[in-house]
């Protein structure tokens, strides 16, 4: 059974900074790209950062660029988002997700395979 599990969210002042963890088990964490993903209160699932599952590529949403990293240690089967000076409009529910032989350039939701159940970041201005 494949499972997700996000941990690391939580409250900051802005220009802060959170670490997220997505824990993947039930599959071979290194033949998969691994992506984060996040949703504000009324918006739609943006795309924040995904990293490549071979050569470890990674592609940012412009809003994130320089300040959010996504890395992966493939002996934790474990992917991380670094989140540096955070602002409010970061404020979301962050989701990871997996995606079988998934490269940097999978930057659309719908073509991953499964899902975390989310954790919240909430940035204080």
């Known amino acids: 059974q494949v499972q997700l599990v996000e941990s690391g969210g939580g409250w900051v002042q802005a220009g802060g900074s959170l670490g997220l963890s997505c824990a993947l088990s039930?599959?071979?964490?290194?033949?998969?790209?691994m992506g984060w993903f996040r949703q504000a209160p009324g918006k739609e699932r943006e795309f924040v950062a995904v990293?490549?599952?071979?050569?470890?590529?990674?592609n940012y949403a412009d809003s994130v660029k320089g300040r959010f990293t996504i890395s992966r240690d493939n002996a934790k089967n474990t992917v991380y988002l670094q989140m540096n000076s955070l602002r409010p409009e970061d404020t979301a529910v962050y989701y990871c997700?997996?995606?079988?032989?998934?490269?940097?350039?999978?930057?659309?939701?719908?073509?991953?395979?499964?899902w975390g159940q989310g954790t919240q970041v909430t940035v204080s201005s």
């Open positions: 990293i490549s599952w071979s050569d470890g590529g990674t």
């Open positions: 039930g599959r071979t964490f290194s033949d998969y790209g």
């Open positions: 997700a997996s995606k079988y032989l998934g490269t940097e350039f999978h930057t659309q939701g719908i073509a991953y395979d499964d």
